[in-house]
C-alpha cells in the first residue's frame, strides 16, 4: 500500500486526474440513464436538447437531471470541504459531518423552514451562516486549548450533538420544517427541484474557484504554523478565510442534500493516499471522486432494491462506516500527515 | 543586517528572554550558545515576529520590524524551525516553497524560481532527492531538504534552530561548510547549536545565553577565552593547536 502510495506522487497526478474525470463521466451518464425506467444516451440527448413531449423527456427534466446534478454538486463541494478543514485544523479525523458543521448548516436549514417556508432561495445562505457559526466554534477551541487533535474532535462532536438536538427540537415544534426533504437527517437526492439546486450552485462555485486558488497558500500551512509564518503568509487570516470557505461548500451542499456523512471524511483520505499532499491536484481529485462517489451511491440507493429507493445517505453510511473504523484502528499514535 | 535591542520576549506573560541586545552581522557565523531553556530558541524566534515582544526593540536594516509586512520579513530573513512536519509531497516540491515570499497572489512560480530551487538543491548536497516523496527519507535527508527550502528563500539572513540535530557527523560538517559559504557571500548566518567544539571551530562568532540572558558575545575565540562556556555547561573545555587548525575538546 505503501509503495503504491509514494509511486503516485512521484509520478505526477495528471493521469490519475484524467481517469478520476472519466469515472465522474461515467457515473453521471449512468445515473441519467439508469432507475425505474431505463433510458438511452439517445433518449437523454434528445430530451436535453429541447424534445419537451414524453414521458423521458419529463423523466430526464425533472427526475434525473436534477437528481445527478444534485450528486455531482454535493458530493464535490462536501469532500472538498473536509480536504480543507483537515488540512487547516492539521486533523485527519476532522470532516464537516464530524466537527459540527454539517449539523450547524442543517439546524440553520430547519429554522429557516420553520420560519420563513417561502424563503426558498434564502436557504443556502442560511445554512452557509450556521456552518461557519459551527466551524468559527471550534476554530475558537482550538485556539483557546491549543487543543490536541483528540480534544479538537470531542469539542466538535459536542458541537455537532447540540446543534443535532436543536434540528430535533425544531422538527417537534413544527414538523413541517423539514417538508420537500426527502431524508434530511441521513441525506437524500430524491425529488429535488432544480429551483433548490442552484441557488447552492452559485454558492457552491465562486466558494471553490477560491479555494483552489488558495492551494499555494494551503501548502504553506501545511508546513506548521513556525515555517508558514517565517515564509510571510498571514496564518491566523488564511486559517479563517479557509474556513469560512469550507464552511460555505458545507452549508450550501446541505442546503438540498440534507446531512449527508461520511463523503466529507473518506474522499479527502482516499486521494491522500492516491495523490500525496500537494493541494492543487489533491482538491481536483476530491471535487472529482466526491462527486463519482456519492453519484455511484445514489445510483446504488437507487437500483439495489428498486423499486423501493433507499436514502443515500444509508448506504454511504454502510460503506464510509467501516472505511471509518479501519482508519481509526491503522492511525492509532499516527502522525498528522500520514 | 537585523539588530536586537534590549530585546525581551516570552509565553503566556513570563519572559524568558531579558533585555539582549545583539546584532546578526552581515558575512559572518554567530553561534547561538547555551543550556537547554535558556531562550535560544525564542531568540530567534523573537527576532523573526514568531514569538511577540515584550520589551525593547527589533531593527531589519534600521527599521523597526513592525513597519514591515510578515513577507516583506521574509524577504529579509529565513528561518529554519525546529519542528519540521513531513507532508507527503516531493523534495523538489517542499523546497519550492522556500520561493513563497517572492510571489504574489494568485501564485504561479516562475522560471527562475525553479532555477533558485536547483540551486538551493545543489548548495544542501539534496539534488539527488529531488523527486523522492518526503516520507520515504531519512530525518537526515529531510534535514537537508529543510535546509534547501531555507535557502531558496535567498535572503541576506538565515536563522536556523539546531540545524544539525539528526544529523551524523559528517553532514553537521558539511551544514557548518554551507554556513561558511553563505558568510562568505556577504550574509549574516545564524545558527543554535548544542556541539561546542564544532560551534567554536566553524563560527565566527559565538552568542552565550543563560537564564534568557546575554552573557557574553564576542569572537569565537574570545568566548573561548572568557571560561565563561566551562561554567554554565559545567564541563572542561580545551584546545590544542593541530596542523588544520585549531581544535575543541572536553578535558
Given amino acids: 500500500m505503501k509503495s503504491w502510495r509514494i509511486s503516485s506522487i512521484r509520478r505526477g497526478s495528471a493521469p490519475l486526474l484524467g481517469a478520476l474525470g472519466a469515472l465522474t463521466l461515467l457515473s453521471a451518464l449512468l445515473s441519467m440513464c439508469l432507475g425505474a425506467v431505463s433510458l438511452s444516451p439517445g433518449e437523454i440527448a434528445a430530451a436535453l436538447l429541447g424534445e419537451t413531449g414524453g414521458t423521458a423527456a419529463q423523466i430526464v427534466r425533472y427526475a434525473r437531471l436534477p437528481r445527478t446534478c444534485a450528486c455531482l454538486l454535493a458530493g464535490s463541494a462536501l469532500a472538498v470541504s473536509g480536504a480543507v478543514i483537515q488540512s487547516v485544523l492539521g486533523n485527519p479525523l476532522a470532516a464537516p459531518n464530524i466537527i459540527g458543521v454539517s449539523s450547524g448548516a442543517g439546524l440553520a436549514v430547519t429554522l429557516c423552514g420553520a420560519l420563513a417556508p417561502a424563503a426558498g432561495a434564502l436557504t443556502p445562505l442560511a445554512a452557509f451562516a450556521g456552518a461557519l457559526a459551527a466551524v468559527l466554534l471550534v476554530l475558537f477551541i482550538s485556539e483557546k486549548t491549543s487543543a490536541s487533535r483528540l480534544t479538537l474532535v470531542l469539542a466538535g462532536v459536542a458541537v455537532s450533538g447540540m446543534f443535532s438536538a436543536g434540528v430535533d427540537a425544531v422538527v417537534t415544534f413544527v414538523p413541517d420544517a423539514l417538508t420537500g426533504y426527502s431524508d434530511f437527517r441521513i441525506g437524500g437526492l430524491a425529488n429535488l427541484a432544480m429551483a433548490r439546486i442552484v441557488p447552492a450552485f452559485w454558492v457552491i462555485l465562486p466558494a471553490m474557484l477560491l479555494i483552489f486558488s488558495l492551494a499555494g497558500e494551503l501548502d504553506v500551512l501545511l508546513l506548521g504554523e513556525d515555517t508558514a509564518r517565517s515564509l510571510g503568509l498571514r496564518a491566523r487570516p488564511l486559517r479563517l478565510g479557509l474556513l469560512t470557505l469550507a464552511a460555505a461548500l458545507a452549508g450550501a451542499a446541505v442546503s438540498f442534500s440534507g446531512l449527508l456523512g461520511f463523503v466529507g471524511l473518506i474522499v479527502p483520505h482516499i486521494m491522500r493516499r492516491l495523490i500525496g499532499e500537494d493541494s492543487l491536484p489533491l482538491l481536483a481529485g476530491c471535487a472529482l471522486g466526491g462527486a463519482a462517489l456519492l453519484t455511484l451511491c445514489d445510483l446504488l440507493a437507487r437500483l439495489l432494491f428498486a423499486p423501493y429507493e433507499l436514502p443515500v445517505g444509508v448506504v454511504l453510511s454502510l460503506a464510509g462506516g467501516p472505511f471509518f473504523i479501519w482508519l481509526l484502528l491503522r492511525q492509532r499514535g499516527g502522525r498528522v500527515h500520514d | ?251
Fill in chain 2, 1 to 251: 543586517m537585523i539588530e536586537l535591542k534590549s530585546l525581551s520576549a516570552g509565553y503566556g506573560g513570563r519572559d524568558v528572554l531579558h533585555g539582549v541586545s545583539l546584532a546578526f552581522k552581515p558575512g559572518r557565523v554567530l553561534a547561538l550558545l547555551g543550556p537547554n531553556g535558556c531562550g535560544k530558541s525564542t531568540l530567534l524566534r523573537a527576532a523573526l515576529g514568531l514569538t511577540p515582544k515584550s520589551g525593547g526593540e527589533v531593527l531589519m536594516d534600521g527599521a523597526p520590524m513592525e513597519a514591515l509586512s510578515p513577507r516583506e520579513r521574509a524577504l529579509k530573513a529565513a528561518y529554519l524551525s525546529q519542528s519540521r512536519p513531513v507532508p507527503s509531497i516531493t523534495a523538489r516540491r517542499m523546497v519550492l516553497h522556500g520561493r513563497f515570499p517572492h510571489l504574489s497572489y494568485p501564485r504561479r512560480y516562475r522560471q527562475e524560481d525553479q532555477e533558485a530551487v536547483d540551486r538551493a538543491l545543489q548548495w544542501a548536497d539534496a539534488a539527488d532527492l529531488a523527486h523522492r516523496p518526503m516520507g520515504e527519507l531519512s530525518g537526515g535527508q529531510r534535514q537537508k531538504v529543510y535546509l534547501a527550502m531555507a535557502l531558496a528563500q535567498d535572503t541576506p539572513t538565515l536563522l536556523m534552530d539546531e540545524p544539525t540535530t539528526f544529523l551524523d557527523v559528517g553532514h553537521q560538517l558539511e551544514v557548518m561548510a554551507v554556513a561558511r559559504r553563505l558568510a562568505a557571500e556577504g550574509r549574516a548566518v545564524v545558527m543554535v547549536l548544542h556541539d561546542l567544539p564544532l560551534a567554536l571551530r566553524g563560527a565566527d562568532d559565538a552568542a552565550l545565553l543563560c537564564h534568557g540572558r546575554l552573557l557574553i558575545c564576542g569572537t569565537a575565540e574570545e568566548v573561548y577565552a572568557s571560561g565563561q562556556l566551562d561554567r554554565v555547561f559545567g564541563v572542561a573545555l580545551r584546545r590544542v593547536e593541530t596542523e588544520s587548525g585549531r581544535q575543541y575538546y572536553y578535558g
